[in-house]
């Protein structure tokens, strides 16, 4: 099983970025996504397609409702520039765990 | 507070072994809580490289370690354990323990920092 995002995504502060990750059925399974700075471990922002862990800021939401899943960040800063990861598990799948691609976020 | 510390990385030639371990703090580390161990290449994304449940009686691979990684936990020590062996150039990479949040959660929110595996002749 496989989930494309793109690469990369360019944003002004301020502004909106929206990232997907593209899978076959993904609307099936639970979306979960990380956000990974520069030579830190990777921090989970959304879990189950739409839930904020606690601590995570109200800008971070994310949507699964038909391919592609999506994390959008809402009125962007320069803190949120890093590399995001979506993620799915099924437990009846081999391997278990998958995750996307990676998308690089840069705060222009 | 979920605590995370990896320990056991460094260097190792082609066809050598390396045994990583995690220790676990800041919660109960039982049957509640299956782990994982995730690994990232230079410059290169997540791969999930081994899961095993809480109870340390299901393990489960990914195709690219499969027969020569080991993973297992010590739930009175607080401790996951990857041992691997016959590693390969392309097994370089920083290595994360990682916690489920809990059964039939599919996510993970907690993180070690990470060990570095250098394979390298």
């Known amino acids: 099983y496989v989930l494309t995002q793109p690469p990369s995504v360019s944003v002004a502060p301020g502004q909106t970025a929206t990232i997907t990750c593209h899978g076959d059925?993904?609307?099936?399974?639970?979306v979960h996504w990380y956000q990974q700075r520069p030579g830190r471990a990777p921090v989970l922002v959304v879990h189950?397609?739409?839930d904020r862990p606690s601590g995570i800021p109200e800008r971070f939401s994310g949507s699964n409702s038909g391919s592609p899943a999506t994390l959008t960040i809402s009125r962007v800063e320069a803190g949120d520039e890093a590399d995001y990861f979506c993620?799915?598990?099924?437990?009846?799948?081999?391997?278990?765990?998958?995750f996307g691609t990676g998308t690089m976020l840069t705060v222009l | 507070e979920v605590q995370l510390l990896e320990s056991g990385g460094g260097l190792v030639q082609p066809g050598g072994s390396l045994k990583l371990s995690c220790a676990a703090s800041g919660f109960t580390f039982s049957i509640d809580y299956a782990m994982s161990w995730v690994r990232q290449a230079p410059g290169r994304g997540l791969e999930w490289v081994s899961g095993?449940?809480?109870?340390?009686?299901?393990?489960s691979y990914a195709a690219s370690v499969k027969g020569r990684f080991t993973v297992s936990r010590d739930n009175s020590k607080n401790t996951l354990i990857l041992q691997m062996t016959s590693l390969r150039l392309e097994d370089t990479a920083t290595y994360f323990c990682a916690r489920k949040a809990g059964w039939g959660r599919g996510y993970y929110d907690g993180w070690g920092q990470g060990a570095l595996v250098i394979v390298s002749s």
């Open positions: 993620q799915v598990w099924d437990r009846t799948r081999d391997p278990p765990d998958v």
């Open positions: 059925n993904i609307a099936t399974y639970n």
């Open positions: 095993i449940t809480g109870s340390g009686t299901t393990t």
């Open positions: 189950d397609d739409d």
